[in-house]
Each structure stands twice: as structure tokens, then as C-alpha cells.
């Protein structure tokens, strides 16, 4: 399916589009082992990033929740791409899976976890905490919520910190999977 929204390319940018731009692709998204392509070739932004521009306050709200949930998070890097990936097949989100599956590679997740992990499946892990942080990341996908038990073993293992990132983290990538369905027509 077709792009439902035009990419705004550089030239076409108000003042305040021009800053939530700049903020994505000079940001720390840019730099890195860990990067992908933000743009395309003219410059617009790619994936739920173009989006974004429609409103520069709220955009610049939303990218900034996303570079503290991957940048300034207690999870380890292994945790968050594979909650990401886990929210990414839930949804059926094409863009995030591809992204961050080469993220996931560069932090070390092999290709039978990532499998495991675009199936909808928890992987086999042998990291007793990072085996409870996707037991969370799928009651959070599933139910929405946790059980006591659930909210116990998380805060026990991940700490309060961890956990609310790692909703956090469920939620700001189910509203881009969202807005990519919406905006790019992803997945129709």
C-alpha cells in the first residue's frame, strides 16, 4: 500500500517542523552501531518519524519519549529490542520489526530468538531476568496489565525503575506501530 501521508522533505519545513526534525535525525537515533536509516533519499523522514511533523509540540514530545526509552533506559540493550520486537510482531509492524531486528543483531540477539521473537513467541533465554521481562512484555501486549504476581516477579527482578520503562516502552511502540498503520498504511 501506498504512503497515506506525503514525506515532508527538508526545504518544506516550517520553524517548528525544522525542530522535531532536527531533533530525530541529529539525535542520538543518528549516531551509532545501533542506527538505521531515518530518511530516504530526499531527506524526508522514514517510518513513523514523518508523522511527527504534523505536530511539531506533540511530535517533539513523542520522539523525545523515544530516545529516553532507548538511550536512558535501566533495561539492557538485549531486553529492549526484544520487547520491541515482541510489540513490533503483535502488531504486525513491518517498519520496527526491520529496524530494530539489525539493532537486535548488534546487540547480540541471534537468529533463532528473533525468529522466535517475529512469531510472537517468547525465545528460549537462559537470563532469568531477561526470560521475566518478556513474560511482562507479553501480559502488557496481551492484557494490558499485570497480575500481582506479575507486578511482584517485575518489580522484584526489573526494580520500579525497570518496569515503568518497560511499560513505557510497550506503549510508545504500540503508538507508532499504531501511527504506522494509520499514517504509512502499514500493514493493510
Known amino acids: 500500500m501506498t504512503a497515506r501521508l506525503a514525506g515532508l522533505r527538508p526545504g518544506e519545513l516550517d520553524g517548528q517542523q525544522e525542530v522535531v526534525y532536527r531533533a530525530i535525525t541529529g539525535g542520538r537515533r543518528s549516531a551509532g552501531p545501533q542506527s538505521f536509516a531515518l530518511t530516504d533519499e530526499d531527506g524526508s523522514l522514514r517510518g513513523p518519524f514523518n508523522a511527527m511533523l504534523l505536530s511539531p509540540p506533540v511530535g517533539h514530545a513523542v520522539q523525545a519519549v523515544g530516545s529516553a526509552v532507548r538511550y536512558?533506559?535501566?533495561?539492557?540493550?538485549r531486553v529492549r529490542e526484544?520487547?520491541?520486537?515482541s510489540v513490533a510482531a503483535h502488531?504486525?509492524?513491518?517498519?520496527?520489526?526491520?529496524?530494530?531486528?539489525?539493532?537486535?543483531?548488534?546487540?547480540?540477539?541471534?537468529?533463532?530468538e528473533m525468529a522466535a521473537l517475529s512469531a510472537g513467541c517468547v525465545p528460549?533465554?537462559?537470563?532469568?531476568?531477561?526470560?521475566l521481562a518478556l513474560e511482562i512484555t507479553?501480559?502488557?501486549?496481551?492484557?494490558g496489565e499485570l497480575t500481582d504476581d506479575e507486578y511482584d516477579d517485575a518489580v522484584r527482578t526489573l526494580g520500579p525503575r525497570g518496569l515503568f520503562e518497560l511499560t513505557t516502552l510497550v506503549g510508545y511502540y504500540s503508538l507508532l506501530a499504531l501511527q504506522l498503520r494509520v499514517f504509512a498504511g502499514e500493514g493493510q
Not at 91 to 112: I, K, N, Q, Y
Not at 124 to 131: A, I, N, Q, Y
Open 72 to 77: 536512558d533506559s535501566v533495561l539492557t540493550d
Open 82 to 85: 526484544m520487547a520491541i520486537l
Open 91 to 112: 502488531w504486525d509492524s513491518t517498519f520496527e520489526r526491520e529496524a530494530h531486528e539489525a539493532v537486535g543483531r548488534v546487540c547480540g540477539l541471534s537468529d533463532e
Open 124 to 131: 528460549k533465554l537462559t537470563d532469568p531476568s531477561e526470560h
Open 138 to 143: 507479553h501480559a502488557l501486549i496481551l492484557a
